[in-house]
């Protein structure tokens, strides 16, 4: 059964520059997070999706994005890249039943330059 | 302002003995704590979790201990082994059960 699995791995992008980045739930977990790890930190809460909806944001600027599709895959996008947004973006499902326990994605690798 | 610490950056343990990793917390509202194992290039991974109505928890190697009055918790694992090396994160929920807090997280080194 596959995991949470997010695209792409890694990725370079220069400052002002868009990306998008991608995650798929483990099947039949509705709930998708976005999470942001800064070297050295632990994972920082950007937002949290449920049947397509926002029901969470963190302490992010406008410039993050997000949106769940009805296949409950979700993308993150970040406008106007800072060489601070350089982190490991991870992807977290949950299902109903156990909500606080997030099953997260092996991440994807943002360098901006 | 941190919510969820993690005052020791590593720990370093022999084989078969056993680790403590502590944790502690400043928002007495959190009623639900998880501890998260995460190796390089992959994900984090759900080890253990604990409600605030108990103050332990166990599963296998792994005891998670919770002491409410102090805003604490830690996790012993017994025996220690090689495969553990890897960085352990504490997190809380969130009120709203939108979210997870981490720490910083506590590097595990276990040598033979």
């Known amino acids: 059964d596959a995991g949470v699995t997010q695209s792409p791995t890694h990725l370079i992008k220069t400052r002002g520059q868009h990306v998008t980045l991608r995650c798929s739930p483990i099947s039949g977990h509705k709930s998708v997070s976005w999470y942001q790890q800064v070297l050295g930190q632990g994972p920082q809460f950007i937002f949290q999706y449920y049947e397509k909806e926002e029901r969470g944001r963190g302490n992010f600027p406008d410039r993050f994005s997000a949106r769940q599709f009805p296949n409950y895959s979700s993308e993150l996008n970040v406008n106007a890249l800072l060489l601070g947004d350089s982190a490991l973006y991870l992807c977290a499902s949950s299902s109903p039943s156990g909500a606080n326990v997030l099953t997260f994605g092996a991440g994807s690798r943002l360098t901006v330059l | 302002d941190q919510q969820v610490k993690q005052n020791s950056p590593s720990l370093s343990v022999r084989e078969g003995r056993i680790s403590i990793l502590n944790c502690d917390y400043t928002?007495?509202?959190?009623?639900?704590f998880l501890w998260y194992k995460k190796y390089p290039a992959e994900g984090p991974t759900f080890l253990i979790s604990i409600s605030s109505i108990k103050d332990k928890n166990e599963d296998g190697r792994f005891t998670v201990f919770l002491n409410k009055s102090a805003k604490h918790l830690s996790l012993h694992i017994v025996p220690s082994q090689p495969g553990d090396s890897a960085v352990y994160f504490c997190a809380a929920a969130n009120q709203a059960g939108t979210a997870l807090i981490f720490g910083k997280g506590t590097t595990l080194s276990v040598s033979s």
């Open positions: 928002n007495s509202m959190f009623d639900y």
